[in-house]
Nanobody, 122 residues
């Protein structure tokens, strides 16, 4: 069993910043790519940012490029999302995703966190 626990969401004014964290725990052998996704009210879930296992390769949605930064600490099994210059359009539930090789498994499995609400409003 693996758990992903997000934290750091909340209410922030436009132009403000938030930092999300997602920690993985459980019977983990290795964590491959990790990423952040979001679902805004009335919209489908979309990819926000993804980071490779070594942290060297990152990809971002066009809507967040230059404002958001994804990073990871493999020693802590944790991925972060630094969000700057937040806009009302960034309001959504943010979900952490990780491809994890668990004990007893032959291939990695995608796991999701429970989500954390980010609201950008004045």
């Amino acid at each position: 069993q693996v758990q992903l626990v997000e934290s750091g969401g909340g209410l922030v004014q436009p132009g403000g910043s938030l930092r999300l964290s997602c920690a993985a725990s459980g019977s983990i052998i290795s964590i491959y790519s990790m990423g952040w996704y979001r679902r805004a009210p009335g919209k489908q879930r979309e990819s926000v940012a993804v980071i490779s296992s070594g942290g060297r390769i990152t990809t971002y949605a066009d809507s967040v490029k230059g404002r958001f930064t994804i990073a990871r600490d493999n020693a802590k099994n944790t991925v972060y999302l630094q969000m700057n210059s937040l806009k009302a359009d960034d309001t959504a539930v943010y979900y952490c995703n990780a491809n994890i090789l668990m004990q007893g498994m032959a291939t990695p499995v995608g796991s999701w966190g429970q989500g954390t609400q980010v609201t950008v409003s004045s």
